[in-house]
């Protein structure tokens, strides 16, 4: 099995408009992927995914589009920051309290 083989963007881009531009050539939108994705060196299944994340972009199909989905996952890594930092924020300040209430009794 084949592994990570990135393609740019160009390519991306290519192939996606190739497919929208001769899909009705074909008899379903699956042997266009097929016929496409042969000619430009991926597998069919890569080339399906591409084009479903353009016409999401589109707005042709429901779901996050990119620009969301980037955005997202960047407020999810932001999220997690501050509830790592608050964590150790309340240690400390559980640690500095019992610290203090040691040092009173003594």
Not at 9 to 33: D, G, I, K, P
């Amino acid at each position: 099995m084949k592994t990570g083989t990135r393609y740019s963007q160009e390519v991306r881009e290519r192939a996606v408009r190739m497919l929208f531009e001769h899909q009705n050539e074909y008899n379903s939108q699956w042997a266009a992927t097929d016929s496409i994705a042969k000619k430009i060196g991926c597998t069919a299944e890569t080339l399906r995914k591409w084009v479903r994340r353009a016409e999401t972009d589109q707005g042709l199909r429901n779901g996050l589009t990119t620009n969301e989905r980037d955005k997202l996952k960047q407020l999810e890594r932001e999220n997690r920051e501050l509830r790592r930092a608050n964590e150790i924020l309340r240690k400390a300040s559980a640690y500095f309290a019992q610290a203090e209430l040691d040092r009173r009794q003594k």
